[in-house]
């Protein structure tokens, strides 16, 4: 190598060595020709007792199968392959010591694979990049689970941690259209909290706050996980019930209107019983819209209202000669 070469050597060492990212070059068999200052540092592994040894044998907790197979691919397709954060957040087991990572250990990392051809023009090396994107991943990260954060509340009844109006209704009309292109079952249910006026009149409004989040809990603990339940509005709630008959329905809400007659809420030194009132509408291919099918629930909890409270009523499904006609 002549003086020219040997500076230009020299020079290119320096750069790979003061540059902020990781580079190891390896051969085909995967033993180190190059460890970077980088790689140094965050691994603990001095470049004396890495280089020339193979890469596995010397770094522990390396997802070896899969580096090899990505290793395997660049050189067999003889182009840059890269591989981001987000579909593995570390390659190489390096702690974060950047203060800009808010206090995360882990450090995030980018790699890009480039296969490097020898003085023949055969593809001998690979040159492996690994770039910290802590910071980048960090932000990224706060940004998503932010938006998570405003998209669940943005959906949720502030007193109940239940669905609110708006989304529920959004999830009955999805659940409408779904019976009507799969002409599956599906019940909805419709209640409300008796006398909840005398209450809050009586034991004011802090203390109906109180009895709506305990009929809320114990919805909560009633309703399977695939039954969709929200807030109407003030004391009422409804509970859409997925691949359900009305027979079903029924079940679930006798188990949770003695849930709730049995249920004390605690105010202050005081306790207070309530019960709730319920209607059951299982959808019927007459009804024309989801409301329609709201209407019939809510006519049906009428009903248990007016027949003395503190029951559930099912509805038999009559469709108006109107309507039929129209279906016809």
């Known amino acids: 190598m002549n003086q020219m070469n040997l500076a230009d050597f020299h020079l290119t060492l320096q750069v790979m060595d003061n540059i902020d990212a990781g580079v190891v070059i390896l051969d085909r068999n995967y033993t180190v020709m190059a460890w ?4 140094q540092a ?5 470049a004396d007792r890495i ?3 193979n890469l596995f044998d010397v770094v522990e907790d390396l997802p070896i199968e899969w580096l090899k197979n990505k290793i395997k691919s660049t050189f067999k397709l003889r182009m840059r ?11 190489f087991n390096f702690q974060n010591f950047s203060p800009i990572s808010g206090g995360s250990s882990l450090m995030y990392q980018n790699m890009t694979l480039t296969p490097l051809k020898s003085l023949s023009g055969e593809y001998s090396h690979i040159c492996m990049t690994i770039t910290d994107v802590s910071d980048i991943a960090k932000n990224k990260t706060h940004l998503r689970e932010s938006n998570e954060q405003l998209t669940h509340l943005s959906m949720t009844d502030r007193l109940t941690q239940l669905y609110n109006r708006g989304h529920w209704e959004s999830c009955l009309l999805e ?3 779904r019976c009507r292109q799969l002409q599956q079952p599906a019940t909805l249910v419709m209640f409300d909290i008796d ?3 005398k209450v809050n009149d009586t034991h004011g409004h802090i203390a109906g706050d109180g009895v709506i989040r305990t009929v809320a809990s114990l919805l909560r603990r009633t309703k399977r996980q695939s039954d969709i339940a929200g807030r109407y509005g003030g004391e009422e709630f409804g509970v859409i019930l997925p691949n359900t008959t009305a027979e079903m329905g029924l079940y679930f809400t006798e188990r949770l209107r003695k849930r709730v007659e049995k249920a004390a809420v605690a105010v202050d030194v005081r306790s207070i019983n309530v019960t709730i009132s319920l209607g059951v509408s299982e959808w019927h291919s007459g009804f024309r819209t989801y409301e329609a099918w709201l209407e019939n629930a809510d006519n049906a909890l009428y009903e248990s209202k007016q027949n003395g409270r503190n029951q559930t009523t099912v509805s038999n499904v009559i469709i108006p000669e109107s309507e039929l006609a129209i279906l016809s």
């Not at 970077?36 to 790689?39: G, L, P, V």
């Open 195 to 197: 006398h909840f006026k």
């Open 81 to 91: 392959s890269f591989t981001g954060w987000e579909d593995r957040p570390q390659i």
């Open 36 to 39: 970077n200052t980088f790689m």
């Open 51 to 53: 280089i020339g040894r």
């Open 42 to 46: 965050y691994s603990g592994i001095n």
């Open 175 to 177: 659940e409408f259209e």
